[in-house]
């Protein structure tokens, strides 16, 4: 699981919503900070850092697997194409 590091402003206040916390199973009326008390508390955090700024969280893991899947996948497919680009070249050269 990949730390996530997240800034803070000069007050020491969290600059970064959490996308992934769900207000309704929490009771919170307000938006939820990461790095916060909130985001602290969180079922899907699994550690966090107060003097490094950095969390591990679960959903963010999967999500930011998923990124990393996507990018790898297209990459891929972009090799693949290259290939058979050049497998139509060579057999057109004979």
């Given at each position: 699981?990949?730390?996530?590091?997240?800034?803070?402003?000069?007050?020491?206040?969290c600059k970064e919503q959490?996308?992934?916390?769900?207000?309704?199973?929490?009771?919170?009326?307000?938006?939820?900070?990461?790095?916060?008390?909130?985001?602290?508390?969180?079922?899907?955090?699994?550690?966090y850092c107060a003097?490094?700024?950095?969390?591990?969280?679960?959903?963010?893991?999967?999500?930011?697997?998923?990124?990393?899947?996507?990018?790898?996948?297209?990459?891929?497919?972009?090799?693949?194409?290259?290939?058979?680009?050049?497998?139509?070249?060579?057999?057109?050269?004979?």
């Amino acid at each position: 699981m990949e730390k996530y590091y997240f800034e803070m402003d000069a007050e020491h206040n969290c600059k970064e919503q959490c996308e992934y916390f769900s207000i309704e199973d929490y009771d919170y009326s307000d938006v939820v900070m990461v790095g916060s008390l909130a985001c602290k508390q969180c079922q899907h955090n699994v550690s966090y850092c107060a003097d490094e700024n950095w969390i591990k969280c679960e959903v963010f893991s999967a999500f930011a697997e998923v990124k990393k899947l996507a990018k790898e996948n297209e990459q891929l497919k972009s090799k693949v194409e290259q290939l058979e680009n050049d497998i139509v070249s060579l057999k057109g050269g004979l």
